[in-house]
């Protein structure tokens, strides 16, 4: 045989049989007779069905999708048109080719929707693309045996049930049996909102989704990680709560939380986990407490915590994980330490009641000129959505996107304030339990469309102004919050 025809014969045989990693941990990728694709790796198996979508994720026997993942557009599941294999261990599904009138301007994607499945080992790697909004949705639904366990979505308790009011970061799921889907989503913005959870009609049944951020404006890289046997860092799940349910711990006595520390692993685990009360500003520690915890599957522990303190403020708790001598997880929230004592070393100016006094004389003068547009395509079965404006100080407008429930009646209203930065707002909170407001305070419209090419104090909003309160930007951003 010459060495060409051998070089031939592997590639094949790569192509047909999967790859070893450096390992030797294999990932098989076998086409099915109903033309989609079974993937075997040493961690997971899982499955993309001929209509390109991604069917099953199981490790350890156990399933994670009640339905197969996908991208989501006005309420419904995105077709592909078709997936093929690009390379041994990849798939790319593809769907229609888009059109201009439907499609975000400026995405680079040719297609309204396409993913790219690379297999890996211990991981399954999707490269997210669409043309349909400039904040895409891809969607995962939890199975029953998720449903059945408690959510660990960042270590706040959040059931798919519940209300969702703000995304997480990198959530992972537990199972009714032990097996851990994790999900890393950071590659959006790291330490911000990735993953939400939201409801739409699927064979005429409500079903509860979680969806990740997917822009249009460029590819997403998301991993998914099916753990059989999770170690400490992704099967300890920690429900924290204080006696002050806003974390204003009294003074005079040590730091407490009530810490329940859970395996929801199927096997044992051990780690040492430190409860820690770092400085606000630095982060660094200034005190600590470890405690080697040992559990069986679902076993449950309270974490012990309490610190001495002495001066009121601000600080971090944080809970490090740490296996074998390595940190392999960490994470922290925010208390207050002695509230009532707490007197930040600022004070405020001889006219600052005036001020306030006379800038809200002002807003109560203005004509609030409310505007509401109908979206249809950002509306639900259930809820209405609208692009909202009003008029402030300044001869300035707010944007945002508004959504109310259809069914008449009284409901609750949620108000959700911009974080820092000048961006498009993807979409209204299509919540049927609530009427929703989200608003922007560059002054800018929900797509930025009339945001000016030039110079404008919306896009410098932090600064402008500066050199006197009166004329200070933020004199009307809070101003602008009042009157939203």
């Known amino acids: 045989m010459t060495s060409s025809f051998l070089v031939l014969l592997l590639s094949l045989a790569l192509v ?12 098989r990728l076998e086409a099915t007779d109903g033309g989609g694709f079974l993937c075997k790796a040493a961690a997971y198996e899982a499955r ?23 991208f989501v557009h006005k309420g419904q599941f995105v077709a592909f048109k078709a997936v093929k294999q690009a390379g041994p261990t990849t798939l790319m599904a593809e769907g229609e080719p888009k059109g201009p009138a439907k499609s975000v301007a400026g995405s680079p994607c040719p297609f309204n929707v396409r993913v790219g499945y690379e297999f890996k080992p211990d991981r399954i790697e999707l490269t997210l693309e669409q043309s349909l909004d400039v904040y895409g949705a891809f969607a995962w639904v939890p199975s029953a045996s998720v449903l059945a366990s408690r959510d660990a979505l960042t270590d706040c308790p959040i059931a798919p049930a519940g209300p969702s009011l703000y995304g997480q970061t990198d959530p992972r799921w537990t199972t009714r049996d032990g097996p851990v889907l994790r999900f890393d989503f950071g590659v959006w913005q790291r330490s911000f909102a990735n993953a939400n959870w939201a409801a739409l009609k699927a064979d ?20 998914v990680y099916p753990l059989a046997q999770p170690s400490a860092k992704d099967a300890l799940t920690f429900d924290i709560s204080a006696a002050n349910p806003d974390f204003l711990l009294p003074g005079g006595q040590p ?8 395996n929801a692993g199927p096997q044992p685990v051990e780690a040492l986990v430190r409860f820690e009360v770092r400085d606000y500003l630095t982060q660094q520690p200034v005190a600590a407490k470890p405690t080697q915890v040992k559990l069986p599957s679902k076993g449950e522990v309270l974490l012990p915590t309490d610190l001495a303190l002495q001066a009121p403020g ?15 997880r960490s994470f922290w929230c925010l208390f207050t330490y002695d509230f009532q004592r707490y007197a930040p070393a600022t004070t405020r100016a001889a006219d600052f009641e005036q001020f306030w006094k006379d800038a809200l004389a002002e807003s109560a003068a203005t004509p609030l000129d409310p505007k509401l547009t109908p979206v249809p395509d950002k509306s639900t079965a259930a809820v209405d959505a609208f692009k909202a404006s009003f008029a402030t100080l300044g001869g300035r407008r707010i944007y945002g996107w508004y959504a109310r429930p259809k069914t008449p009646g009284r409901y609750p209203a949620h108000i959700r304030f911009p974080s820092s930065g000048v961006y498009p707002l993807a979409g209204p909170e299509a919540a049927p339990e ?7 305070i560059h002054g800018y419209d929900v797509d930025l469309s009339n945001m000016p090419a030039g110079d404008d104090i919306g896009k410098r909003y932090w600064t402008a102004g500066i050199e006197s309160p009166k004329t200070s930007m933020w004199r009307i951003i ?3 919050l009042v009157r939203a």
Not at 16 to 27: D, L, T, W
Not at 63 to 69: D, G, Q, R, S
Not at 255 to 262: A, G, L, P
């Open 16 to 27: 047909c049989m999967g790859v070893m990693n450096m390992a030797g941990a294999e990932v």
């Open 48 to 70: 993309v069905g001929a209509d390109g979508r991604l069917q099953s994720i199981r490790a350890g026997g156990t399933e994670f999708l009640a339905l197969p993942a996908a």
């Open 204 to 223: 005429g049944k409500d079903v509860r989704y979680m969806h990740n951020t997917a822009p249009a404006a460029r590819a997403m890289k998301v991993s």
């Open 255 to 262: 730091v407490h939380f009530d810490i329940r520390v859970t």
């Open 314 to 328: 601000p600080y971090r708790a944080a809970i490090v994980i740490e296996e074998a001598g390595k940190v392999t």
């Open 434 to 440: 609530r009427c929703s407001l989200w608003i922007g």
């Open 478 to 480: 809070y101003i602008s």
